[in-house]
Each structure stands twice: as C-alpha cells, then as structure tokens.
C-alpha cells in the first residue's frame, strides 16, 4: 500500500533550477540567462552539457574533465571521443547522488546504461543526438518528463527581470509547468571587486541607479511593488555562500553611513571593512524582512551547504521570533540536519525542504529525512530537488520517493504508525504540504 502510494503520488517540488546550463548561454555577471529571461531556448545541448551542469561540472573539473570547444564538437567523430573521455570521468563519481540521478534519468528517459556507454561509439551518437533532439523542442520535453515523473507544478528561483518580463506576457510556455519564488539577491547586493556591491540586476530590471540609501530604499519598494503585481508566492535569498546568514540590527543612519564608504572606495584604492558591506546588506535584508512579514510570505533561506562558519540555520533563531508572519523555510540545511529539525519543531513559523540533498547523496537525504520525520511535524517538510536540469530532477525524484518510502517502510515495521498514517506522512511530504505552504 505505502509503497504504490509513493509511486503514484504526485510531486510539488518547491524549488528547481531547471535551465541552468551553458547551451542557455552566459551573462557577464552572476545570473544564469534562464533565470532572467522567461521562456529561454537553448542552443544545442547534449551530453557534454549535461556532464557540465552547475552541480556535477565541479566534480568533473575535480577529476580532470576539460570542457571542450563548441565549434570542435561539429566533428563527430571528435564528439565521440570526448564524450568517452567525458564518461571514464563521470564513473569517477560513482556513489554521489548526481551519479545515482544520472543514472537513474538515462535508464528511465534514454532507455541507456551511462555505466556501459563508453564501449559502444554508435550508441553514443544516438544518445547525444536524441539529447539534442529533446532540447530542440525543449518546453515539450520538460512537459514530457513532468508528466512521466507525475509532476504537477514546480516552483522556480527567479531574479526580477525574470518577472518584469513575466508582466508583459512573456514566459506563457514556463508558466504551464512552473511558477516564479523571486530571489532577492541583486537587490542586496553581489560581492564585486570594483564596486564592492553590485546591484546591477535590480538595475537593469527597475530602472533605478542604487548610489545612496534613498536610491536602496525606492528599489526595495519596486521589489515588493512586483510581488504585488505578479502575485509571486515567495522569496528567496543564498547570502550563505559569501557572507554569514545571521542578520544584525542596523539603523537607516548606519546604513547611509556605510553606504557612503562603499560609493567613496569605488574607483579608488580605498579599501571597505567587511562589516561595512554587512551593515548595508544587513538594513537591506531587515527591510525585506519587514516587507515579508506584512504580506505573510514564505522566505526560502539557504542554509548548510556553503561557507561552514556563516550557515548554520541557528544563527536565524533571533529573526523566527521577530518575524513571526514570515514563514522562513530552511533549504539544504546539510549538515546541520539536528539544528534545522529543532527550530523547525520549535517555531510555528519555520519549515524544512530536502533541496539539493538527494543529489548529494541517497544517504545524505535518509539521514535528513529519518532524523526529521517524528522530530519535526510532517506537515512542516516539504520535498524538492533543487536540480539545474530535467534529466537531473527525474533522478533525484526517484531518489527521493525510493528514501522515504524506506524510512517510512521501516517505522511500520517497527509498530510506530500503520500503514494508513504512513501514506498520509508521504502525500504531505511529496505534495500537500507546499501546495498548503505556497497557493
């Protein structure tokens, strides 16, 4: 019962970088095209791009991958010995769970073995074509894949381009499968060299010129003026991988003061204490906060995962308690897995998401999942893959439906809920908590 449950259970995964590849093209600052510009298409995309993805290019690099040139691959006979070379690599992370996911995807979409690929160059020119052939009707494959992994709606991290576009009818082709969370991070601030912040994104979007507090704060206001008219249901913000996710008090006049040290240094050889950059970012993310909370929204927060010293979801605590109409939902959370399942126990306002953790590692997400299911009340877990790629999502969906269907297996096992109370668990987990969560 538990077990056909689970197969046959749709998904609302709540949060999915679906796009972002190279064959979606580059931009000269930190956003990936498919985040600003809805309803993107990508050029030719097969194998190579999918080896290089955001997450799985590091562990590539790590082993000696090599990326090779676009006008080299013309050449198949060239492309085939790349993509063996590329494949000797990827056996290399065998155990990971963007190998398991991989594996799992090509199995199922492909009907191919990646573990045997190698051996037979015929078999992987048809498989890179048929790549390619997927993306070339790219918003047809994803409705393809949705449909085969049951998947209903899936929520995607956007920057305010993305939906400054969205508002004047573009994106009709994303919208049929997914929905905007708009991400705050250009408007509080990329760390750059010159400009010691970069707010070029929230620029280029509203129109505004962020040189003074004044400046910060009209932009701020445009930023939920867009939630408003694009009836986004979340933000999100992953201030963890440069700077700590704790949030200090900061006054408007501290704020103007630090800004002007940062407008004072651009250009010269002045160098910026790193607490005065904090100060700015800081008065930034309480008004953001401040704005949340009049609109009861929920805040994904990426936590864990990043710089170990500044993610801990327990440097949060302060702002679940002076926020309480915030629903601040905790992303990763590896590994402070006990940490994120006692503040979600103990704050009414705190919820958790398994995103990224079946790509990691099958036993990064039992060990998060077996901890929190009991610890945590299940309706506070919601279930995501945080993938860059839709052959990367089957995967990891697969992985997550496999784990807690385990988890769950075993505490009926062990007497602890019957097999009614499990199904209920695994609908909660899978779908009904974020449909109650983000509609």
């Known amino acids: 019962m538990l077990k056909e449950t689970i197969e046959n ?13 190279t064959s979606f093209g580059f931009r000269p600052d ?27 290019s590091s562990l590539m690099f790590e082993n000696g991958a090599v990326f090779p040139l676009p006008e080299d691959m013309v050449d198949e006979k060239y492309r085939v010995r790349t993509i063996k070379a590329l494949l000797i690599i990827f ?15 090509f199995r199922n979409l492909y009907q191919c073995d990646l573990t045997t690929l190698m051996d037979d160059d015929t078999e992987i020119l048809r498989i890179d074509n ?53 991400r705050v991070d250009s408007l509080v601030g990329f760390p750059d060299e010159k400009k010691i912040l970069d707010f070029g ?37 992953l201030q963890a991988y440069y700077r700590p996710i704790s949030i200090e008090n900061v006054t408007r006049d501290q704020a103007c003061q630090a800004f002007r040290e940062i407008i004072t240094a651009r250009g010269s050889s002045l160098k910026v204490n790193q607490k005065t950059i904090y100060t700015l970012q800081d008065y930034t993310l309480r008004r953001i906060l401040e704005e949340a909370q009049k609109r009861m929204l929920p805040y994904q927060i990426h936590t864990g995962m990043a710089t170990l010293k500044y993610s801990n ?44 953790q079946a790509l990691q590692s099958s036993a990064i ?12 009340p299940f309706m506070k877990i919601t279930a995501s893959v945080d993938a860059t790629n839709i052959e990367e999502y089957y995967g990891g969906q697969q992985i997550t439906r496999r784990v807690l269907c385990d988890i769950l297996q075993k505490r009926i096992q062990e007497e602890q809920i019957d097999q009614k109370v499990a199904c209920e668990i695994a609908k909660s987990i899978l779908c009904d908590n974020a449909r109650r969560l983000y509609t």
């Open 9 to 21: 259970q749709q998904l609302f995964p709540v949060h999915e970088h679906i796009g972002s590849l």
């Open 30 to 56: 930190n956003l990936f095209p498919s985040d600003v510009t809805p309803d993107l298409q990508p050029e030719r995309t097969g194998l190579v791009e999918l080896f290089f993805s955001p997450y799985l």
């Open 201 to 237: 994104g929230i620029t280029q979007a509203s129109g505004i010129e962020i040189n003074d507090i004044d400046s910060l704060d009209k932009s701020i206001e445009w930023f939920f003026d867009l939630v408003d008219q694009s009836k986004c249901k979340s933000i999100k913000q």
């Open 313 to 356: 979801p327990g440097l949060l605590e302060d702002l679940f308690k002076k926020y309480p109409n915030v629903k601040f939902v905790l992303l990763h959370t590896y590994p402070f897995v006990s940490e994120a399942a006692y503040l979600a126990r103990t704050y009414p306002n705190v919820y958790l998401d398994t995103s990224w």
């Open 130 to 182: 048929q790549i390619a052939i997927n993306y070339s009707n790219y918003y047809e494959w994803i409705e393809n894949v949705m449909t085969k992994s049951k998947t209903i709606y899936v929520l995607k991290p956007v920057h305010p381009e993305f939906l400054v576009h969205a508002l004047r009818g573009d994106g009709v082709k994303e919208s049929a499968f997914s929905s905007p969370i708009l």
């Open 91 to 105: 056996q290399k992370t065998i155990g990971t769970g963007l190998w398991e996911a991989l594996i799992i995807a």
């Open 365 to 376: 997400l039992k060990k998060c999942l077996n901890e929190w299911v009991g610890m945590v």
